[in-house]
């Protein structure tokens, strides 16, 4: 089972930039699938990027196309977003999660998805 942890969260102004990371470990230490997922006060679940490290394509949500962007170094296991020209909309829990299949189809269901980080915060406000 895969173990993960995300980190970087924080406060940003509108146009800012962050960069997230979610340490993977366990046994496998990575899966075939990894995603972002976020979640705002009040709402459902929603998938943000996510990777098929196998077939290495890449998937975003319509909202943060051409802005986030997902990346993976597989030499230290760690899973990353970069978002940029952020909004009050981005606020949010992050979520890291990892399922052991190819992302597509489903990439952005949040039910197939069986390892889940603890997430981190993301705040834009001015």
């Known amino acids: 089972q895969v173990q993960l942890v995300e980190s970087g969260g924080g406060s940003v102004q509108p146009d800012g930039s962050l960069i997230l990371s979610c340490q993977s470990s366990g046994h496998p230490p990575t899966a075939t699938c990894m995603a972002w997922f976020r979640q705002a006060p009040g709402k459902e679940r929603e998938g943000v990027a996510a990777t098929d490290t196998v077939l290495y394509s890449y998937f975003y949500a319509g909202p943060v196309k051409g802005r986030f962007t997902i990346s993976r170094d597989s030499t230290k296991n760690t899973l990353y977003l970069q978002m940029t020209s952020l909004k009050p909309e981005d606020s949010g829990t992050y979520y890291c999660?990892?399922?052991?299949?190819?992302?597509?189809?489903?990439?952005?269901?949040?039910?197939?998805?069986?390892?889940w980080g603890q997430g981190t915060q993301v705040t834009v406000s001015s």
């Open positions: 999660a990892a399922r052991q299949a190819y992302c597509y189809p489903g990439e952005f269901d949040v039910s197939v998805y069986n390892a």
